[in-house]
């Protein structure tokens, strides 16, 4: 192989309250951001926090699974979508997931930023009606986005995550 051309496996992230050693992506619930699938992210301490918040909940200790993706197999092979900022995409992107209307479904990888804390309340009140669509996209502006990917098809999943280990956090 030369140079990259074997594709370059890249180190992701699930933070949560179980070793997950074979992700399932039926295993998430429905109408999240990215839809029903397994998701991860390239970002340590966002894994890590979702993580403390999960076992604080659960009361229960935090852990995070660490995987290696190959995620240029995943690219040339499967049916993609990446969302590179809190654009007006992602946002009807994220209002029809939480809308039950399944975007995802027409997608195996769905690559992007998080709805979380002040970025979940902008699209809550744009969904309320409260907000109209202009301002809203203004407001996610603001807001550097972090990353989460969501594997939807297991096939890919089984063949391009490969699970190395599981810390406590």
């Given at each position: 192989?030369?140079?990259n051309?074997?594709?370059?496996?890249?180190?992701?992230?699930?933070?949560?309250?179980?070793?997950?050693?074979?992700?399932?992506?039926?295993?998430?619930?429905?109408?999240?951001?990215?839809?029903?699938?397994?998701?991860?992210?390239?970002?340590?301490?966002?894994?890590?926090?979702?993580?403390?918040?999960?076992?604080?909940?659960?009361?229960?200790?935090?852990?995070?699974?660490?995987?290696?993706?190959?995620?240029?197999?995943?690219?040339l092979?499967?049916?993609?979508?990446?969302?590179?900022?809190?654009?007006?995409?992602?946002?009807?992107?994220?209002?029809?997931?939480?809308?039950?209307?399944?975007?995802?479904?027409?997608?195996?990888?769905?690559?992007?930023?998080?709805?979380?804390?002040?970025?979940?309340d902008?699209?809550?009140?744009?969904?309320?009606?409260?907000?109209?669509?202009?301002?809203?996209?203004?407001?996610?502006?603001?807001?550097?986005?972090?990353?989460?990917?969501?594997?939807?098809?297991?096939?890919?999943?089984?063949?391009?995550?490969?699970?190395?280990?599981?810390?406590?956090?």
């Amino acid at each position: 192989m030369h140079g990259n051309m074997g594709g370059e496996k890249m180190k992701v992230y699930h933070g949560g309250t179980d070793i997950v050693k074979h992700p399932n992506c039926l295993y998430g619930r429905e109408n999240l951001d990215f839809g029903r699938g397994f998701y991860i992210t390239d970002i340590r301490s966002q894994a890590v926090s979702w993580a403390e918040r999960t076992a604080l909940k659960r009361n229960m200790k935090p852990l995070l699974n660490i995987y290696s993706l190959d995620k240029q197999q995943i690219l040339l092979t499967a049916r993609c979508k990446i969302f590179t900022a809190y654009d007006e995409d992602w946002l009807d992107f994220i209002v029809d997931s939480r809308l039950g209307k399944n975007p995802a479904m027409e997608y195996d990888y769905v690559e992007g930023g998080v709805a979380n804390d002040r970025v979940v309340d902008t699209v809550n009140i744009y969904m309320s009606g409260l907000m109209d669509k202009d301002i809203a996209l203004q407001r996610l502006k603001l807001h550097v986005p972090n990353n989460q990917i969501c594997l939807l098809n297991q096939r890919l999943t089984d063949k391009y995550l490969v699970y190395e280990r599981t810390e406590s956090i």
